[in-house]
């Protein structure tokens, strides 16, 4: 039996409303190559769940036909955990946290780093 906070849940999904945006979406654990495809859960889905051991780096997020323009993410059922995703994405995104701008002046600021050395340091939720 594991621990509670052995793990962690990730949502990965598509703000764009086409299905085909997040079948498959593949996640790649970068300290041991392991791959995850994840479909989501019928055909009109347009996001995907999965279980995943947190405070790990998964490398690029791949979409089946690139970067949907629309994208969330959510780690869930990990409170104090992390996970470092790499999405290829032409314009700085804007990146939310219930909401709230992760690079603006509000309850959730701070959240835009400088730097992935500069993210790695941080103690909340944010990205680069």
Same mark, same amino acid.
């Given at each position: 039996m594991c621990e509670p906070t052995a793990y962690a849940s990730l949502a990965v999904a598509t703000g764009d409303g086409d299905p085909a945006d997040i079948k498959p979406v593949r996640l790649t654990r970068v300290e041991d190559g392991k791959v995850q495809t994840l479909w989501g859960s019928g055909d009109d889905s347009t996001s $995907?769940?999965?279980?995943? *051991? @947190?405070n790990r780096d998964y490398g690029v997020v791949e979409y089946a036909g690139g970067s949907p323009q629309r994208l969330r993410f959510v780690?869930?059922? %990990?409170? %104090? &955990? +992390? $996970? *470092?995703?790499? =999405? @290829?994405?032409?314009v700085r995104?804007? =990146?939310?946290? +219930?909401g709230c701008d992760l690079a603006g002046t509000s309850w959730c600021r701070g959240g835009?780093?400088?730097? *992935? $050395? /500069? *993210?790695? $340091? &941080? /103690?909340?939720?944010?990205f680069w």
């Open positions: $995907a769940y999965s279980t995943i *051991l @947190p780690l869930f059922n %990990g409170s %104090g &955990k +992390w $996970a *470092l995703l790499s =999405v @290829p994405y032409p995104p804007k =990146v939310t946290k +219930w835009a780093a400088t730097s *992935l $050395a /500069d *993210l790695r $340091a &941080k /103690d909340r939720s944010s």
